[in-house]
């Protein structure tokens, strides 16, 4: 789940948390790239064998829980709203400025702090404050941005660089527009416990990050979340299915508590045969609950998620292709001359953590000595179309050309994602074992318990 390090200080406050870098444990992952491409479109897109309900599960709001705002655009220089029922656009004092019908399709622009609507055809509207808000008028209707539909409304706001796109709505509707793209699927029936942990999860990774908005220390006043891997992905209507949406209305309200407060418990796709603590991988402090677990099936020699595809897996790098990865990315990572890094040399294993995932790893090249640690590591290992490695649990192989030079590398690893906290696939593993949501939670963050968020 993607930013531990952007947000390890805040989350700490709030008992720990946090998601890095997510992957989403379908059969065909969609390659993380780290901020866009739109994960969300992509997993819908894997997702279209499920027919998409209108309204497959009640509207339910947890008592004492405020709205969530989730940013789908944060630099817009445009915005084109509609609706698939009647509407009504209100400003920041919340009086209808226009009202419309379904179908009706008005576009928003700035000039500079001030915005207007406007329609083709109809006029448009004085230019105004700040912020503009569209919300259809039955619960039935959604509010419609980019192609996409969404529950609850859309709100629009001038910023320095351009409109912030803001999806306002209950918790657990956005929910369900979370859980099916994070936990992939469709699900089979005996898989369903693993959806319900998964809804679980990010519930508490919401309100927690509802809790440090309204503690005054967001990032950004005008939204809670990014709707991308930075921190759930979210995908709106278009996203939600069946399966998903039965785990969200079954635990609705439940989060994952230690020392009686929500935790944002981070989650990945295959741990590859053991979980990892924080600090093994991400510079944050270790939290109590983030522990080291085994996903050994007792009494094997398997593990619950080796169903996953990642499980195990191979990445070659010619020499010219390292030597570009790490021309482009590890400069951001430590300090190199401005010349460039240069032409690898060696690339040597140095340390290993307690989970047996890299710990430091020492490039060598004819301009100098580099070391990395922890999830650094993936972001400079980048495959030529910029897919980060697949995790840090890996060995390597490298091949020397005649002037010394590297020449091919070969990294052999297990895993997909950060390794810490719960294991998707391995979640699904145990469910298909029979495990219950609550025991799959216990396991991958001990000590903690499942109870209602207020």
């Known amino acids: 789940m993607s930013a531990w390090r952007r947000r390890a200080t805040v989350a700490l406050l709030l008992a720990v948390g946090a998601c890095v870098t997510r992957h989403v444990p379908q059969e065909n992952p969609v390659p993380v790239i780290v901020m866009p491409p739109s994960a969300a479109k992509d997993k819908a897109r894997a997702n279209a064998s499920e027919d998409v309900p209108t309204d497959a599960a009640p509207r339910l709001r947890t008592e004492g829980a405020r709205d969530v705002r989730v940013a789908l655009a944060t630099a817009a220089q445009g915005a084109i709203l509609s609706a698939t029922g009647a509407w009504r656009l209100s400003d920041s004092r919340n009086s209808v400025i226009v009202r419309g019908r379904a179908g009706d399709v008005w576009s928003v622009e700035r000039r500079g702090r001030q915005l207007r609507a406007t329609a083709n055809g109809s006029g448009a509207t004085p230019w105004r404050d700040d912020m503009l808000t569209l919300r259809p008028d039955r619960d039935d209707a959604f509010a419609r941005f980019a192609g996409r539909s969404y529950r609850g409304a859309i709100r ?37 416990a693993a959806v319900e942990a998964q809804a679980i999860a990010a519930r508490s990774y919401a309100v927690v990050r509802l809790a440090v908005v309204d503690g005054s220390a967001s990032r950004n006043v005008n939204y809670d979340m990014l709707s991308n891997v930075a921190d759930q992905v979210y995908g709106g209507v278009d996203a939600e299915r069946p399966f998903s949406d039965r785990a969200v209305q079954s635990t609705n309200g439940l989060v994952i508590k230690y020392n009686g407060r929500p935790v944002s418990a981070p989650y990945h796709s295959a741990c590859g045969g053991e979980t990892a603590a924080p600090d093994e991988v991400w510079r944050a402090t270790p939290a109590p609950y983030l522990r080291r677990v085994s996903d050994r099936i007792p009494g094997t020699d398997k593990s619950y998620c080796d169903i996953a595809p990642r499980f195990s897996w191979t990445r070659v790098f010619t020499g010219d292709e390292l030597d570009v990865a790490l021309r482009l990315y590890l400069k951001s990572f430590t300090a190199v001359p401005a010349s460039g890094p240069g032409h690898a040399r060696s690339v040597v294993v140095e340390s290993r953590t307690p989970s047996g995932r890299v710990g430091r790893l020492a490039i060598g090249t004819d301009q100098g000595a580099y070391a990395l640690r922890g999830n650094d590591i993936r972001s400079v290992l980048r495959a030529p ?70």
């Open 156 to 192: 629009v706001v001038a910023s320095d660089s351009g409109l912030v796109i803001v999806n306002v709505l209950p918790m657990e509707d956005y929910l369900r527009g979370v859980v099916p793209l994070e936990i992939g699927g469709p699900r089979a029936g005996n898989e369903q």
């Open 385 to 454: 179309g910029g897919e980060i490695l697949n995790s840090t649990y890996f060995s390597v192989e490298t091949e020397s050309r005649r002037d010394g030079s590297v020449g091919r590398l070969v990294i052999r690893g297990n895993g997909y994602g950060h390794g810490i906290g719960m294991c998707q696939w391995g979640a699904i593993g145990r469910a298909r074992a029979g495990q219950s949501a609550r025991m799959i939670l216990a396991t991958y963050y001990p000590g903690t318990t499942v109870a209602a968020a207020y």
